[in-house]
Structure formats: structure tokens, C-alpha cells
């Protein structure tokens, strides 16, 4: 068997391996790069992927460190927020309670088709020198000191690569987490089940009620948003893509998953009946483009990154939860940390210390993003609960991690350190408002709707964590840190007020500096 060597090898072209292999050849045009891909180029748009929605971090990664702009442009659909809905009312679907934005902030995210960003980003590495070879399946994989190697069965017959890098990026194959031993299990349990139908789905159409369609600046836009229909312990998405078609998801914990069978689309969509009728009559009908259903899908990996030249990226490392959509982001900081490995590598460096931090940072990440989903689904049809954790997460996420992402300061090991006292400063309050939200998920709560909406555009806190990220010019990272985390422990004390039961609503003058007047919408 003829053995070849390359530089690097990405095992797995899906989303996290393209990418990565962009983001290496356009930084390092020298290097040689070979992908390997289960799946024939071009993917199916429309039902290639699940994943569609992507948020702030995801989008910057793609948009920005990527440049494919243009791309998003012509190909993504801009999204339009996070929407919740709330409640079960019968007759007219505005009589849910609603959580959101009337406007959008000014940071970009996409609803995107992963099929289509696929084959864009298939065609764009080729073009510029990186081989890939598709429809092939990894026969073996071998890690040592000197040398990495991979052995794939293909269209080509059998080969053996040899190299100095080696990544799996193949998913839920996981092909170096069980080679080198590297499973962890995850104190989050979750059940998801995801299908497509060929039908664009506009929610905006659900109710004709005047004052509902006028809470949204831009009229007609709804759908545009990641709309979540809320329950004790689920959730259900509504997500358009720009080719017509609609994915449709449903996210539970344990409870609520083992409470109904959802092995087949018949059964769901009797699940959907009963509890989401407007969504069930929205679909009915349409032609049903694909069904999956998985258990347990939280996944967790005790090392992601190696001096001896391999790393994991994307779900074949860790993947926490859909909610939020953090997928991408992971992504990001992980080919974002790899990346800087390889090129450090190659550049004569030793990279000991380097893939040790980066290993912390991005175990740090992922923990703070665990707590948000581990033990809270029972809060998720609790209006008043997910009113506040929306504010409180959006604020962690942008004034934190996002910012700490946009700086380009997750790599610069340096400043990393001299961040390293506010940084667990925010993990102590993010840690304590987490239990606050867990403690009270356990409760399982769904409020009588009332038809109300909970605005988020206009808090002030969240306006502030925008503005900083968008103005990166008038303040350091560390002065932009510093006041990001100050602020955060100011509105962790009053959402600890609002969620008490004897909560009243009085509003102080700095609450209102940070809220407004939320305090009357989360509390009604």
C-alpha cells in the first residue's frame, strides 16, 4: 500500500473540518492539507445537516475571521433573534406570552443551510490547494510522537496518510476520542428528534391580531427568527431556511421525552396536536423531507488539544446543547486554538504550554456553557423563570465570552493570564445565578399566559454589552472585561429579587438603569 504524507490531516468535511481547513490555507498557504469525507460532494441541501442557526461568536468566525461575507449575503438568511412562546391557549396563537426583541441589536447571525455552506466551502479549499477525498471511510488511525497516520478505504482503493497534524473532525464517530480513550460523560441529559419539511413555515401567519403583528418594528419578520415553542422540560424550533424549506426540532429532558413515543413522524406530529396545534396545522401536509431522533446527545471529552499534533473540533470533542445554538461557536474556539497550535508548530515553537492553556481555556468555555442547560429544562415553559434567563445568559455570552472571541484575546496567552482574576469572577456569579435558575426549574412551572410580551431590545444592559462589542476602539479588553463583569454582578442581584416568590414591583433607580421597567413584564 502506497504511504503519502501531508502536513495536516482533517478527518471529517463537514462544517468544523472545511473550515478549519480554510482557516489553515488561507494563514499558512504552504501547508499541505488532505480532508477526508464520509459523505459525496455535493452534499443535499436542505436536509445535510442538522445545525442551522447560528449566534454571535458562530457568525464573527464565519463572516469575519473566514471572509464569507459574501457568501452569507447572498446564501443565509439573517436571523431575526431568539423567540420564545409560551403557554397553550386554544384559539388565537398572539394569546401566548412572548420573549424577544422588537428590533434587532446590530450584531449579525444567520439561519443558515448547512448543505449549502458545505459545498460553497468544498469548492473554495480546492480552489486554493487543499485535496479532499469524499465518499471514504477511515479504516484506522494511529497516534504517536513522530508521526500521526490515517488509513481510508475510497473510490481511489486503499491509502495511508502519514502526517505531523492530525484532526478529527467526523463528529459522532468520534474517532480519537475512543481511539485514545478520551470519553467523559456528561452530568446533562438530553433527547432531540429533528425533521424537515418542504415547506416554508411563517409563523408571522399564526395570528392576524393587530397589536401582536405591530409589536415588531420590521412587520412580517417573526419567522425569521429561532422561534421556540416552550414547555415543562422541552422545547420545539421553528427554523426557515433561505431554500424554502423549515426544520423543525423538539428538545427534552428525560421526563418529558419518556412521557409520549416519538420513534416515528406520525406520532410526533399527534404530540404536536396536542400540545402545539398552530404548528401542527402549519405542517400538516407538507412534504416530509427527512426524520432523526437522538438520545443522550450531550457529549463531553477529557482533552481536545495535543503538543504530540492532533486535536478535536467540532461534535466529535464536546457538544453541549441545541439551545442557544453554541454549535458553531464551538467551532470556532476550537479551530481557533488549533489553528494557532499548528501554525506555532510548524513555526519551530514548542507548543507544551500553549495547548496546555488553550486545553484550560476551552474546558473553562464549555463548563460555563454546560451550566446553562444542566438541570434547567423543567423551567423551560416557566415564563417568568426564562424571561430572566434569557437576559442573564445573553449578558454572560456577550459580555464575556463573545467579547473575549471578537478581541482575538482567547489566543493570546499573555493576556489570557493577566485576565484570569476578573475571569473567575464572573464564573463565581455565573455559577450562582445558574443554582438560582436550577433550584427554581425544579419546580416544573407553566404559568397561565396572559398574552404579554417581554421585550429585550430595550434594556440597557443588554444595549451596553452590544455597544461594547461593536465599539472595540474605546476601551481594553481588560478595561471592557473589568466593566462588563461589574455589571454583571449588579444584575445578578436583582434577577435573584425578581425570582423570588414575594417579589414586588417596585423598581429602583438603579434596576431601571439596567432593566427599565422589565421588572412589570416579568412579573405580571
Known amino acids: 500500500m502506497n504511504i503519502k504524507t ?7 468535511g463537514g462544517l468544523a473540518g472545511l473550515t478549519l481547513a480554510h482557516q489553515l490555507k488561507s494563514s499558512q498557504p504552504e501547508l499541505d492539507i488532505l480532508v477526508v469525507e464520509k459523505n459525496t460532494f455535493p452534499v443535499p441541501e436542505k436536509t445535510a445537516k442538522v445545525g442551522e442557526s447560528t449566534v454571535e461568536i458562530g457568525s464573527h468566525y464565519l463572516k469575519e475571521t473566514l471572509g464569507l461575507s459574501r457568501h452569507f449575503d447572498e446564501r443565509h438568511l439573517r436571523k431575526h433573534g431568539l423567540r420564545c412562546f409560551f403557554g397553550s391557549p386554544q384559539d388565537d396563537f398572539s394569546q401566548h406570552d412572548e420573549l424577544g426583541v422588537s428590533e434587532l441589536f446590530g450584531l449579525p447571525t444567520y439561519q443558515i443551510d448547512r448543505g449549502a455552506i458545505e459545498n460553497y466551502l468544498q469548492k473554495l ?3 486554493n490547494g487543499v485535496e479532499l477525498i469524499d465518499s471514504a471511510s477511515t479504516s484506522d488511525i494511529s497516534i504517536s510522537k513522530s508521526d500521526n497516520a490515517i488509513t481510508i ?8 496518510y502519514n502526517s505531523r497534524w492530525l484532526v478529527d473532525a467526523a463528529g459522532r464517530q468520534s474517532l480519537l476520542r475512543n481511539k485514545l480513550g478520551l470519553q467523559k460523560s456528561s452530568a446533562h441529559k438530553g433527547n432531540a428528534l429533528w425533521f424537515r419539511i418542504d415547506r416554508q413555515i411563517k409563523l408571522d401567519q399564526w395570528s392576524s391580531n393587530e397589536p401582536w403583528q405591530a409589536r415588531i418594528k420590521q412587520p412580517s419578520t417573526r419567522w425569521l427568527s429561532t422561534n421556540h415553542l416552550m414547555g415543562a422540560g422541552y422545547w420545539v424550533w421553528v427554523i426557515p431556511l ?3 424549506a423549515t426544520s423543525i426540532g423538539i428538545v427534552m429532558d428525560d421526563q418529558a421525552f419518556s412521557e409520549h413515543d416519538f420513534s416515528t413522524y406520525d406520532s410526533t406530529f399527534g404530540w404536536l396536536q396536542k400540545n402545539h396545534p398552530r404548528c401542527a396545522e402549519a405542517i400538516d401536509g407538507a412534504e416530509l423531507l427527512d426524520y432523526v431522533v437522538i438520545n443522550d446527545y450531550s457529549l463531553d471529552c477529557k482533552q481536545m488539544f495535543s503538543e504530540q499534533g492532533w486535536g478535536l473540533t467540532g461534535e466529535s470533542g464536546v457538544f453541549a446543547d441545541p439551545f442557544y445554538s453554541p454549535g458553531s461557536d464551538f467551532i470556532a474556539f ?3 486554538f488549533i489553528s494557532d497550535l499548528v501554525k506555532s508548530d510548524f513555526s519551530g515553537q514548542d507548543i507544551r504550554l500553549k495547548s496546555r492553556v488553550y486545553q484550560n481555556i476551552n474546558r473553562s468555555f464549555f463548563d460555563s456553557t454546560m451550566s446553562l442547560y444542566t438541570g434547567q429544562y423543567g423551567g423551560f415553559g416557566d ?4 424571561s430572566l434567563k434569557l437576559v442573564w445568559d445573553y449578558s454572560y455570552y456577550w459580555g464575556v465570552l463573545t467579547l473575549l472571541f471578537f478581541r482575538s484575546a482567547i489566543s493570546d496567552v499573555a493576556l489570557m493570564r493577566e485576565l484570569n482574576p476578573i ?3 464572573a464564573q463565581v456569579i455565573n455559577a450562582h445565578v445558574q443554582a438560582l435558575f436550577r433550584s427554581r426549574a425544579k419546580q416544573r412551572l407553566v404559568l397561565p399566559a396572559q398574552g404579554i410580551f417581554m421585550n429585550q431590545y430595550p434594556l440597557p444592559c443588554l444595549q451596553h454589552f452590544n455597544q461594547i462589542l461593536s465599539d472595540q476602539s474605546s476601551h481594553s479588553t481588560q478595561q471592557a472585561l473589568g466593566g462588563n463583569v461589574e455589571k454583571l454582578h449588579r444584575i445578578a442581584f436583582y434577577i435573584e429579587q425578581m425570582l423570588q416568590e414575594n417579589a414586588g414591583m417596585s423598581i429602583c433607580d438603579e434596576e431601571r438603569s439596567l432593566f427599565g421597567d422589565y421588572r412589570k413584564h416579568v412579573l405580571a
Open 242 to 244: 433561505d431554500n424554502g
Open 6 to 12: 501531508k502536513d495536516v490531516i482533517i478527518a471529517g
Open 423 to 425: 475571569l473567575r469572577s
Open 153 to 160: 478505504d475510497s473510490p481511489r482503493g486503499k491509502q495511508r
Open 125 to 127: 479549499i480546492t480552489s
Open 334 to 336: 476550537n479551530n481557533t
Open 383 to 386: 415564563r417568568r423563570m426564562m
